[in-house]
């Protein structure tokens, strides 16, 4: 079988990458091994989204007396929450299938093997095995669970994000070890079905790699919700604590609790591609790539969280895309600084471009606007008091390289400040723009007038 891009996975970034050659008249074969839709559709943001809209809803049930309706407090059911969210996902999995047909991918279900440069064997479910050679070959296998190499992580009790999505009740007592966004979704999830829940993040502060402050916001909001918050706790050895029970052990104390979940144990999935034998290399374990998503061998590309980075689903779907125009012969670059990051905590987070901190170090003097949530009547109105949006803005002319929110709907108001990185806007330009009313966006105008006021 020939085509132009053999496109090694299924998840955002194969798919987007597959749907690009198809647009741009080339031929595409993908194959996956599991499912159409990878780790983002079936264990990873869908199924965490819908799972944590349970979770809203029963906050919502708990808070109802508060807006005068009757509060109820029946206890949840997993079982239940589960099968909704998988009609979910199998809804928007037949929408994938029938997208690439469509378009005119060819699809085979079944687990490929790299043989050669450009040339992948894939064994289809049926037994069958085909061949498949392109003018260029696109790794996107994604990433896979790594546990951290500690004494004891195998103890009964250690749970990665698939056991949290599979679990049929709320552990007693849990404790999530990693504070970045899928650590405190999982936490607050449980949190609201019924577990104590203690979040370690081993850093100095939550969603390492955000803007500090903005972390800072959301750490005294969980609190304030009764979620407890431990920084600079890294465990160094697990153990079985009696029937049920799993210790953990490090420098900063000592603890016990039903599950422990590890959030942060994501790895690019290298281990099966023959990646020395194809001349291309890795970086901290991850395939590396240029901006053009290409690896240093002739015709072969790498997208998403198999190239390490930002590791989220927007990345992969961008960078595939990449891939695919450049494989077609257009110029084409990935900008990480374009791309946002939206979190489904309670409230959101989101951000795109540099922190205060990042732009410093990018050699950029700049000024921080700053809007508190608690000052918009739509946040009020949805009864959320507490939050921050803060733009930062590079002297002299005002530019804005940095847009970080914690609130109410940050991760669709983050739309907006995307737009404005992408159109090198000014913070004048979002401080001048009319937004409906009540909206969570006048925060973001308000902050970029107190941007503009500094310069
Ligand atoms: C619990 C959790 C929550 C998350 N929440 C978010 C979120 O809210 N927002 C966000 O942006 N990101 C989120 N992510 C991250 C997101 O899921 C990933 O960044 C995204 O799926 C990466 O896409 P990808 O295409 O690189 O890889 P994947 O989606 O992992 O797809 C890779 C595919 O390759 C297939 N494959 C692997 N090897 C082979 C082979 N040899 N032959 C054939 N097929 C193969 C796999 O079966 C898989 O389907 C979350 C992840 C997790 C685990």
Excluded at 206 to 216: N, R, S, Y
Excluded at 274 to 290: F, H, I, S, W
Excluded at 357 to 381: D, K, P, S
């Amino acid at each position: 079988m020939e085509a132009d891009l053999v496109v090694l996975g299924g998840g955002p970034a194969g798919v987007y990458a597959a749907l690009r050659v198809r647009e741009l008249g080339g031929r595409a074969v993908l194959v996956e091994r599991e499912h159409l839709g990878g780790t983002c559709l079936h264990r990873g943001c869908v199924p965490t989204v819908a799972s944590l809209q349970a979770a809203h809803l029963r906050r919502a049930q708990l808070e109802g007396a508060t807006w005068g309706l009757a509060a109820s407090t029946g206890a949840p059911d997993l079982e239940t929450l589960r099968h909704r969210r998988d009609r979910t996902v199998r809804h928007l999995q037949t929408a994938t299938q029938d997208y690439l047909r469509e378009a005119g991918v060819e699809v085979l279900l079944g687990t490929g093997r790299v043989t050669g440069p450009r040339s992948v064997e894939v064994e289809e479910r049926s037994g069958r095995q085909v061949q498949v050679t392109g003018r260029a070959l696109l790794l996107a296998v994604g990433a896979g669970f790594s546990l951290p190499e500690l004494p004891g992580i195998d103890s009964p009790g250690v749970w990665t994000t698939d056991h949290a999505l599979d679990a049929t009740h709320p552990p007693g007592e849990l404790a999530v070890l990693g504070g970045n966004f899928i650590g405190i979704e999982w936490a607050q999830f449980f949190q609201t079905m019924g577990s104590r829940v203690v979040l370690l993040e081993p850093g100095p502060h939550l969603l390492p790699g955000e803007d500090a402050e903005i972390a800072e916001v959301l750490q005294f909001i969980l609190e304030q919700g009764g979620l407890e918050v431990r920084l600079n706790w890294a465990p160094e050895v697990f153990s079985q604590a009696g029937p049920g029970r799993v210790s953990l052990r490090g420098p900063a104390g000592e603890l016990q609790a039903d599950r422990v979940l590890i959030a942060d144990c994501r790895r690019p999935l290298v281990h099966g591609l023959p990646l020395a034998d194809l001349g291309v290399e890795t970086v901290g374990g991850a395939v590396a790539v240029d901006d053009r998503q290409a690896t240093g061998a002739q015709g072969i590309y790498a997208a998403g969280d198999v190239t390490g980075g930002m590791m989220l689903s927007q990345a992969a779907r961008a960078q595939g895309v990449v891939a695919a125009e450049n494989m077609m012969g257009l110029e084409s670059r990935f900008d990480p600084a374009g791309c946002p990051r939206a979190y489904h905590t309670v409230p959101e987070v989101a951000a795109v471009g540099l922190t205060e901190a990042q732009a410093a170090e990018a050699g950029l003097e700049t000024v921080a606007g700053r809007a508190e949530i608690g000052f918009n009547a739509r946040a009020l109105t949805l009864g959320k008091e507490l939050g921050m949006v803060k733009v930062v803005a590079a002297r002299p002319h005002g530019k804005v390289v940095g847009v970080h929110m914690v609130g109410p709907l940050a991760t669709e108001v983050i739309g907006q400040a995307v737009l404005a990185l992408r159109l090198e806007a000014l913070a004048e330009d979002l401080a001048g723009l009319v937004h409906g009313h009540p909206t969570v966006a006048e925060a973001l105008a308000e902050a970029a007038q107190d941007a503009a006021r500094q310069l």
